[in-house]
Nanobody, 122 residues
Framework: QLQLVESGGGLVLPGGSLRLSCAASGSTLENYAIGWFRQAPGKEREGVSCISNSDGSTWCADSVKGRFTVSRDNAKNTVYLQINGLKPEDTAVYYC???????????????WGQGTQVTVSS
């Protein structure tokens, strides 16, 4: 069974950058579309980016477009989320998830990691 582990979160100053990693075990990650989601305190989980399992197509939410970049390294069985120009409103727990479908619908994602905290504060 596919297992996902996120890493790379932390405390960063506004304007800073982070690279989140989503490492997979138990199965081959390239078979899955991978989504990145975040959940801030008191808010619903929202999708921020995803990458397909076929042609490498990517999608980013309007709120992060131009600042977030998703990529995958199938040889390392890992997907990355590069986050630049961090803002305080980006503070959240970030999750990666795997789906058989390339979609932004949270309900279509079957496998989830435990999350990594990103805090943007001066």
């Amino acid at each position: 069974q596919l297992q996902l582990v996120e890493s790379g979160g932390g405390l960063v100053l506004p304007g800073g950058s982070l690279r989140l990693s989503c490492a997979a075990s138990g199965s081959t990650l390239e078979n899955y579309a991978i989504g990145w989601f975040r959940q801030a305190p008191g808010k619903e989980r929202e999708g921020v980016s995803c990458i397909s399992n076929s042609d490498g197509s990517t999608w980013c939410a309007d709120s992060v477009k131009g600042r977030f970049t998703v990529s995958r390294d199938n040889a390392k069985n890992t997907v990355y989320l590069q986050i630049n120009g961090l803002k305080p409103e980006d503070t959240a727990v970030y999750y990666c998830a795997a789906s058989w479908l390339y979609t932004v619908l949270t309900s279509e994602y079957t496998y989830w990691g435990q999350g990594t905290q990103v805090t943007v504060s001066s």
